[in-house]
T-cell receptor, first 111, second 115 residues
Framework: DAKTTQPPSMDCAEGRAANLPCNHS???????VYWYRQIHSQGPQYIIHGLKNNETNEMASLIITEDRKSSTLILPHATLRDTAVYYC????????????FGKGTLLTVNP | DAGVIQSPRHEVTEMGQEVTLRCKPISGHNSLFWYRQTMMRGLELLIY????????DSGMPEDRFSAKMPNASFSTLKIQPSEPRDSAVYFC?????????????FGPGTRLTVT
């Protein structure tokens, strides 16, 4: 699996958009970008994934650059409950896929 | 759906004892994953199963660790004998491979302390 680079920490004001960047310059053509988050003392939670098009669901939006070497996860209106470690992962999927978690970004949403 | 169920939630044992962690995946899922999380090493994949068959166990630390999946609704991770360095939170996750690709659903974890 390709490696990813994320800032170790970020702050965001409650109610504002949180934009979390991720670099994955060695991503292969068949590899997807996944985002998970882990709230303190809980198991990781799936957020969103994409291949090359931008994606949106009820939790977040995922913006992938045209060259696919980087992406941004957007939480449109961050709340205190969004404080968590956010992991950006690339994986090829398929029947033999696996996810390799890095250190992630600790997002702290401040009141 | 109840989600992924893990038991026990907390386990404290003495060095040298056998420890068995249990996991019930989400009904209908065909892949199951065991992870270990520590402050030093982060979240590591230990082993994963597809259709009850172990696919990749390269993350299993050593022979003291073993995992089984006798049927689609149950898996165990056993440590024998346990050592203090095995202290960690162990997560089980399940997924339906072929749909949603990497959408893994994690259980609440088992916090293991070996003294």
């Amino acid at each position: 699996d390709a490696k990813t680079t994320q800032p170790p920490s970020m702050d965001c004001a409650e109610g504002r958009a949180a934009n979390l960047p991720c670099n994955h310059s060695t991503i292969s053509g068949n590899e997807y970008v996944y985002w998970y988050r882990q709230i303190h003392s809980q198991g990781p939670q799936y957020i969103i994934h994409g291949l090359k098009n931008n994606e949106t669901n009820e939790m977040a939006s995922l913006i992938i650059t045209e060259d696919r070497k980087s992406s941004t996860l957007i939480l449109p209106h961050a709340t205190l409950r969004d404080t968590a470690v956010y992991y950006c992962i690339v994986s090829s999927g398929g029947s033999n896929y696996k996810l390799t978690f890095g250190k992630g970004t600790l997002l702290t949403v401040n009141p | 759906d109840a989600g992924v169920i893990q038991s026990p939630r907390h386990e404290v044992t003495e060095m040298g004892q056998e420890v068995t962690l249990r996991c019930k995946p989400i009904s209908g899922h065909n892949s199951l994953f065991w992870y270990r999380q520590t402050m030093m090493r982060g979240l590591e994949l230990l082993i994963y199963f597809n259709n009850n068959v172990p696919i990749d166990d390269s993350g299993m630390p050593e022979d003291r660790f073993s995992a089984k999946m006798p049927n689609a609704s149950f898996s165990t991770l056993k440590i024998q004998p346990s050592e203090p360095r095995d202290s960690a939170v162990y997560f089980c996750a399940s997924s339906l491979v072929g749909q949603g690709l990497g959408e893994q659903y994690f259980g609440p974890g088992t916090r293991l302390t070996v003294t």
